[in-house]
């Protein structure tokens, strides 16, 4: 079993930053995954930002150029850097690691952007 917490969000202006954090514990190895998802009200969840075992990263077109998805491995973490937020960045943003094949949910993190 793997655990994960979400941390980070928050309100925050338009243009201003967030960093998100998604730290895990429990059985983690051959990670395959990582990923950051989020949700709007009443929208499907979408994906937002992947990392792979190799360290590619993959990005919605939406939030290229604005966020970056990154790693730290001794931390067990994956963090979600979010610059010039708008406000159509407003979700509940969810990590989601895909171990062994298996994929494992965290409990999501509001992040709200005000205009």
């Known amino acids: 079993q793997v655990q994960l917490v979400e941390s980070g969000g928050g309100l925050v202006q338009a243009g201003g930053s967030l960093r998100l954090s998604c730290a895990a514990s429990?059985?983690?190895?051959?990670?395959?995954?990582m990923v950051w998802y989020r949700q709007a009200p009443g929208k499907q969840r979408e994906l937002v930002a992947v990392?792979?075992?190799?360290?590619?990263?993959n990005y919605a077109d939406s939030v290229k150029g604005r966020f970056t998805i990154s790693r730290d491995n001794a931390k067990n973490t994956v963090y979600l850097q979010m610059n010039s937020l708008k406000p159509e960045d407003t979700a509940v943003y969810f990590c989601?690691?895909?171990?062994?094949?298996?994929?494992?949910w965290g409990q999501g993190t509001q992040v709200t952007v005000s205009s």
């Open positions: 990392i792979n075992s190799g360290g590619t990263k």
């Open positions: 429990g059985n983690i190895f051959s990670i395959n995954a």
């Open positions: 989601n690691w895909v171990v062994v094949g298996v994929a494992y």
